[in-house]
């Protein structure tokens, strides 16, 4: 079951923590997220909770004796896996302790102030450790923009309204927002049929719009989830941005699938937005047009139907290298809502586990690109340019078919409703290294 | 560099372990493969080297100072990864203390003896951590075979001559020989196009007999490894079975590659065989028929094509319930030699690496099914059945097309060379459990 609307939700509540109260920034205190976060002098990882911008040091809120027994434990853990492994009832109840430990009245404000730190001056850290990957192909309009450019008379796969269509990706690519991206070398198209390939930078280096599912509880080698079950099995979303190499992919993937053309670098946001906290901003699940089937049964729940969607809206940012040597600030290329995605999380975690793929506490889950049905939707430049035949001219004048060395991509995302306080994701933030062994002035197709 | 034969491969040195001098197990003294293992009874993993039929406790050996001091501490650990990704020169230095232990005659053998336990009386364990698994598709007869049943005009891919292509793996679904398999459940493909598709226990379950690559030293993300120092993270090898779905693999596996049609199960065998003990059973890389273009630069190392394959004769046996009911042997119905792979182990570490993607210590490469160019070399039932219209009739007298319930499959490894002691690699073992809730009378397509 999806969490409904509770006390931890209204929208009159304050925190004793000023800058969670101006609405300028995504930690309002009912969003309350978590990651894993060291000092920027190094030192062990702690798993944080963004108020504001402070980072609340969980492990001292659990030394001082303030957190419910339950869950004591895993707040001083150095990860976040056995925290969001809990049972829900479990963490329903740290999320109520915490906002009554942060809450405008606290009594706790003094023995707390010293565990805060400005979130400017920590290090994040992947938030979990990833032990698996997979990246599910759930955006519609994306499937059928993506699949327009190779099969324009037949742009949707076949199996696409009946199968979640995944892939398994690459766990170690995973990586903290602000860790930079090195464009990959690797085997380009032949220039004719039959010819020989080339090896080189890749030349047509992409950004992918994708929420990532993070999975709290596991399921035993065997034992599918029904899809009733499966919220329980979800700890949190974050913002992914699955980088992609067009060039790479196009040659390398038949019949196997994506391998290289993604394996070069995975980013994620560094907060794990609860259930909890998005409980007020679920929707029903995409409505399907006239004409496309059900979900076969066993992909099929009432209450997920009802309310297993996100209504987060995406937005992607640019700055170049020119950009940044100005002084300019980021500005918006893409937006989207991640109420485009044709499958739930939750249909996606039933699907994985249907074969018996024990999933595990701190996997990750990519939604797959999430564009919407407009142009401004299309949520990677393939889609944008066309697959580089309309380059896209940027407000300073630059033009980009794909991305150029220098080049900082940031992803966001907010969830906003009349009654409800507005939360965020953060940040999910990446700049393109040159290739390795290039003097730094990039690669263009 | 691929190590040369030497003094450890002496083949009229004897062991003071006696089964380890008869021939009839696969790991005389010149093997020394590496794996983890705990009492029967439960406790703590340790590392094993394996000697006739029986287990060296590595910890033990450390803990009487008996081994080198760069690998004393590695040796101790509860898990393999350490001691693997340690440097060549440290691994084959301790690989020449072991061979001098174990000799007939070392002074050590009243100390060591309380160190070995009947290998019949461990439990073995998944030998390294498996962070992240990929399986490739270097098997070429088995990649036109299979084409050749969904593309008859085109049965190979026009990149396979110059991609080592493979994809991402489930690494949960890595799990050691003996460990069940239970059929999985499903999207099966519509009986006719346009048609909806089914759900239920998978009727084409099959087997692909492959080697799995366990690698050792690492390399940082965004630096790829040049293929002459590839074989420098190789730390060796095993037998791999990868499980494969086929009616779920249909269905599901365009445009993005297989996913749950092979994420229910991969079973290793549990040693680890180095490549110094394989060092006398290298040979040179796949002739590359005429016309063949020669692997892209990148790709290219004369010692690697002078000596990177592996002579390592290969077999599948098959024992059903029916024969286990009748107390018969398990027997042979496929039979190969994984010198048949078109790409070697250090081409798909190079590959692989070459987008920079950071392959970790006790990461696992699967080759992809090993089929040699005879029909008794079809190395999946896929292809010895042809796709399931040409059952195999059994010794007694039974018929499969597929695998049914109760089936047991054995992997078996053994390379042999004239002036050498044959060495193996253990089992790779898996008996199909029926699909969750399901009687047990199996499946059927």
Same mark, same amino acid.
């Given at each position: 079951m999806?969490?409904?609307?509770?006390?931890?939700?209204?929208a009159a509540r304050r925190s004793w923590v000023a800058s969670a109260n101006t609405g300028a920034t995504d930690f309002p205190i009912q969003n309350l997220p978590y990651g894993l976060f060291s000092e920027s002098t190094g030192g062990e990882r702690s798993i944080g909770v963004a108020i504001g911008d402070q980072v609340l040091n969980l492990r001292g809120v659990a030394e001082a004796g303030l957190l419910p027994e339950g869950c004591a434990a895993a707040a001083r853990a150095t990860l976040l896996d056995p925290l969001l492994a809990l049972p829900g009832t479990e963490l329903a109840a740290l999320r109520e302790r915490l906002v009554a430990l942060l809450d405008a009245g606290a009594e706790e404000r003094e023995r707390l102030s010293p565990l805060l730190r400005a979130q400017n001056g920590v290090t994040m850290h992947r938030p979990t450790s990833v032990g698996n990957y997979s990246d599910f192909y759930a955006g519609i309009h994306h499937a059928r923009a993506a699949g327009a450019l190779l099969t324009p008379e037949n742009p949707l796969p076949a199996n696409y309204k009946w199968v979640p269509i995944g892939y398994h990706g690459r766990a170690s690519s995973v990586q903290v927002s602000g860790a930079p991206v090195r464009r990959p070398l690797g085997q380009l198209p032949p220039a004719e049929v039959g010819g020989a390939p080339g090896y080189g930078p890749s030349g047509r280096l992409d950004l992918e719009l994708e929420m990532g599912v993070v999975l709290g509880r596991g399921n035993a080698r065997g034992e599918p989830v029904p899809v009733g079950q499966a919220a329980e099995h979800i700890a949190g979303f974050c913002l992914l941005n699955d980088w992609s190499s067009?060039?790479?992919q196009?040659?390398?993937? $038949?019949? @196997?699938g994506p391998f290289l053309s993604k394996s070069f670098a995975t980013t994620v946001s560094p907060w794990v937005v609860t259930?909890? =906290? @998005?409980?007020? $901003?679920?929707? =029903? =699940?995409?409505?399907r047009p006239e004409g496309d089937p059900a979900p076969l049964p066993y @992909? @099929?729940?009432a209450a997920d139907q009802a309310a297993g969607g996100l209504d987060v809206r995406l937005s992607v940012l640019?700055?170049?290298?020119?950009?940044?040597?100005?002084g300019e600030e980021p500005v918006v290329i893409i937006t989207s809502n991640a109420r485009h995605l044709y499958w739930t999380p939750a249909q996606m975690v039933t699907h994985h586990a249907s074969n018996g793929c024990d999933l595990q506490p701190g996997d990750l889950?990519?939604?797959?690109?999430?564009?919407?049905?407009?142009e401004a939707e299309l949520s990677s430049l393939l889609e944008l340019t066309v697959g580089g035949t309309r380059p896209a001219t940027l407000p300073n004048g630059e033009v980009r078919r794909f991305l150029e060395d220098g080049d900082e991509i940031i992803l966001r995302g907010r969830c906003e409703r009349p009654g409800f306080a507005a939360i965020g994701f953060g940040e999910c933030r990446g700049t393109i290294l040159p290739a390795p062994g290039t003097a730094g002035e990039g690669a263009r197709a």
């Amino acid at each position: 079951m999806t969490a409904k609307p509770d006390s931890t939700h209204d929208a009159a509540r304050r925190s004793w923590v000023a800058s969670a109260n101006t609405g300028a920034t995504d930690f309002p205190i009912q969003n309350l997220p978590y990651g894993l976060f060291s000092e920027s002098t190094g030192g062990e990882r702690s798993i944080g909770v963004a108020i504001g911008d402070q980072v609340l040091n969980l492990r001292g809120v659990a030394e001082a004796g303030l957190l419910p027994e339950g869950c004591a434990a895993a707040a001083r853990a150095t990860l976040l896996d056995p925290l969001l492994a809990l049972p829900g009832t479990e963490l329903a109840a740290l999320r109520e302790r915490l906002v009554a430990l942060l809450d405008a009245g606290a009594e706790e404000r003094e023995r707390l102030s010293p565990l805060l730190r400005a979130q400017n001056g920590v290090t994040m850290h992947r938030p979990t450790s990833v032990g698996n990957y997979s990246d599910f192909y759930a955006g519609i309009h994306h499937a059928r923009a993506a699949g327009a450019l190779l099969t324009p008379e037949n742009p949707l796969p076949a199996n696409y309204k009946w199968v979640p269509i995944g892939y398994h990706g690459r766990a170690s690519s995973v990586q903290v927002s602000g860790a930079p991206v090195r464009r990959p070398l690797g085997q380009l198209p032949p220039a004719e049929v039959g010819g020989a390939p080339g090896y080189g930078p890749s030349g047509r280096l992409d950004l992918e719009l994708e929420m990532g599912v993070v999975l709290g509880r596991g399921n035993a080698r065997g034992e599918p989830v029904p899809v009733g079950q499966a919220a329980e099995h979800i700890a949190g979303f974050c913002l992914l941005n699955d980088w992609s190499s067009r060039d790479v992919q196009r040659w390398e993937m $038949f019949p @196997l699938g994506p391998f290289l053309s993604k394996s070069f670098a995975t980013t994620v946001s560094p907060w794990v937005v609860t259930p909890e =906290a @998005l409980a007020p $901003f679920r929707v =029903a =699940a995409m409505a399907r047009p006239e004409g496309d089937p059900a979900p076969l049964p066993y @992909l @099929l729940d009432a209450a997920d139907q009802a309310a297993g969607g996100l209504d987060v809206r995406l937005s992607v940012l640019i700055r170049t290298a020119r950009m940044r040597a100005a002084g300019e600030e980021p500005v918006v290329i893409i937006t989207s809502n991640a109420r485009h995605l044709y499958w739930t999380p939750a249909q996606m975690v039933t699907h994985h586990a249907s074969n018996g793929c024990d999933l595990q506490p701190g996997d990750l889950l990519g939604t797959g690109t999430i564009s919407g049905p407009t142009e401004a939707e299309l949520s990677s430049l393939l889609e944008l340019t066309v697959g580089g035949t309309r380059p896209a001219t940027l407000p300073n004048g630059e033009v980009r078919r794909f991305l150029e060395d220098g080049d900082e991509i940031i992803l966001r995302g907010r969830c906003e409703r009349p009654g409800f306080a507005a939360i965020g994701f953060g940040e999910c933030r990446g700049t393109i290294l040159p290739a390795p062994g290039t003097a730094g002035e990039g690669a263009r197709a």
